[in-house]
């Protein structure tokens, strides 16, 4: 989780302190946070595509040999991204070759999802499960803080024509250097039950037409329910903020930053507290209880963060807000990601979850086009607001009638008898 949020959110937050190296000086404020937005969510589209390719190949042929495809193949894409001349040099066509890329990136770092968290849920305690999904997702703010801190560091101590010629890139290389070390890393773990993943290799099934044609479509739909409006709530507070701030609300970049490694920082405690919560309560009865929180209180903490910011308040005002509105969003994450898993059964897990996950960003991860149409209608300011009431609005309709989910046992102990399902 460390290394896909690394390259997932790197142009989140380093784009928008430099699109003036990749976009004309006479674009407009809203169209260059547009641009930026638009460049970050190619790669979430990316992940349901990879999500259906490799959560099929990870429940044929083994979750250990499909993250390896996928940790070579975002570590690829990430050097090139990080090599990419400037607007300068290349005029648009920089802008189509970084979208290209993050979508291949995407689709890899679907793969990413699709096999390596199954196989440490599965291996965890059932009564530890919580505490391992928690620290998986506790990864993701963590690398937030580190990209953060490097482009703290970059934008101190470069002058800035040198941050937008190569500090930037910066971030990138580190996560090249973090893609090897995934990869090295997976080649020592071991698969499991050999004998299991050899019958199931040998068998002709497809995972996606079990989970899409079987007795697991009402369970698909509510998951895709519930993602989908984790997602439209959780890319406001966490994906477009940063551009949000820097470009519409004309926030200092370096404060941003700061904000933004604060917010990791105490979202990564917050992620370990409701995992606790959740294997104490349940994790549904957890789910269904934040849902309602983000319907309400995360839209009132976003509102006024941006009221305070186009006022020109303190900056600390700003801060306090935003960071009640990310942590409220992103403080679940480490219980939905246990969730979604305890879900599927063994034989269709890594379909079941990954297409469940990442095919819930094909909505949210065209928030661009909503907040663009949402625009036309109401400040383009105050128009994340309308996706983070969708998005808590469709959590709870998915948690009012899903199931608990503690005591499931995911790995069986008759594997043989898992292959006959």
């Known amino acids: 989780m460390f290394v896909d949020t690394f390259d997932v959110y790197l142009p989140a937050l380093v784009l928008p302190a430099a699109m003036s190296y990749f976009l004309p000086p006479s674009m407009s404020p809203s169209t260059s946070v547009t641009v930026s937005t638009l460049l970050f969510c190619a790669s979430l589209l990316g992940r349901p595509i990879g999500g259906l390719i490799f959560g099929n190949l990870a429940d044929r042929l083994g979750r250990k040999r499909v993250t390896l495809i996928a940790a070579g193949g975002f570590t690829v894409c990430t050097l090139l991204l990080g090599l990419l001349p400037g607007y300068a040099t290349w005029g648009f066509t920089v802008v189509i070759g970084f979208a290209l890329l993050r979508l291949v990136a995407g689709i890899f770092l679907g793969g990413g999802y699709a096999a390596p968290i199954p196989l440490a849920l599965e291996h965890s305690p059932r009564e530890r499960r919580g505490l391992v999904g928690g620290l998986i997702a506790a990864a993701a703010p963590a690398a937030f803080?580190?990209?953060?801190?490097?482009?703290?560091?970059?934008?101190?101590?470069?002058?800035?024509?040198?941050?937008?010629?190569?500090?930037?890139?910066?971030?990138?290389?580190?996560?090249?250097?973090?893609?090897?070390?995934?990869?090295?890393?997976?080649?020592?773990?071991?698969?499991?039950?050999?004998?299991?993943?050899?019958?199931?290799?040998?068998?002709?099934?497809?995972?996606?037409?079990?989970?899409?044609?079987?007795?697991?479509?009402?369970?698909?739909?509510?998951?895709?329910?519930?993602?989908?409006?984790?997602?439209?709530?959780?890319?406001?507070?966490?994906?477009?903020?940063?551009?949000?701030?820097?470009?519409?609300?004309?926030?200092?970049?370096?404060?941003?930053?700061?904000?933004?490694?604060?917010?990791?920082?105490?979202?990564?405690?917050?992620?370990?507290?409701?995992?606790?919560?959740?294997?104490?309560?349940?994790?549904?009865?957890?789910?269904?209880?934040?849902s309602l929180t983000v319907t309400v209180a995360t839209t009132i903490a976003f509102g006024l963060m941006v009221v305070f910011a186009e006022r020109n308040a303190t900056f600390v005002l700003v801060a306090i807000f935003g960071i009640i509105a990310n942590t409220l969003v992103s403080g679940p994450l480490g219980v939905l990601i246990t969730y979604l898993n305890e879900r599927f059964p063994l034989h269709i897990r890594s379909t079941g979850y990954s297409v469940g996950y990442t095919c819930g960003l094909l909505l949210p991860g065209l928030y661009s086009f909503w907040l663009l149409g949402l625009g036309n209608i109401m400040p383009y300011r105050f128009a994340p607001l309308v996706l983070i009431v969708l998005g808590g609005v469709l959590m709870t309709l998915a948690m009012s009638r899903s199931p608990e989910t503690n005591d499931i046992v995911m790995a069986r102990p008759d594997p043989v008898r898992e292959l006959q399902v």
């Open 145 to 290: 803080v580190i990209i953060s801190l490097i482009q703290v560091f970059a934008l101190q101590k470069l002058p800035k024509a040198s941050f937008l010629s190569w500090g930037w890139r910066l971030p990138f290389f580190l996560g090249v250097v973090l893609g090897i070390v995934y990869f090295v890393h997976y080649l020592k773990v071991s698969e499991g039950n050999q004998h299991y993943w050899a019958q199931r290799r040998a068998q002709a099934k497809m995972p996606l037409r079990e989970l899409l044609t079987g007795e697991h479509r009402k369970t698909i739909g509510q998951v895709f329910l519930l993602t989908s409006g984790y997602w439209f709530a959780a890319q406001m507070p966490v994906s477009l903020m940063p551009s949000l701030l820097t470009g519409e609300l004309h926030q200092d970049a370096e404060s941003v930053t700061v904000l933004n490694v604060i917010n990791s920082s105490i979202t990564f405690f917050v992620i370990l507290a409701f995992s606790a919560l959740g294997q104490r309560i349940g994790r549904k009865k957890l789910l269904f209880g934040i």
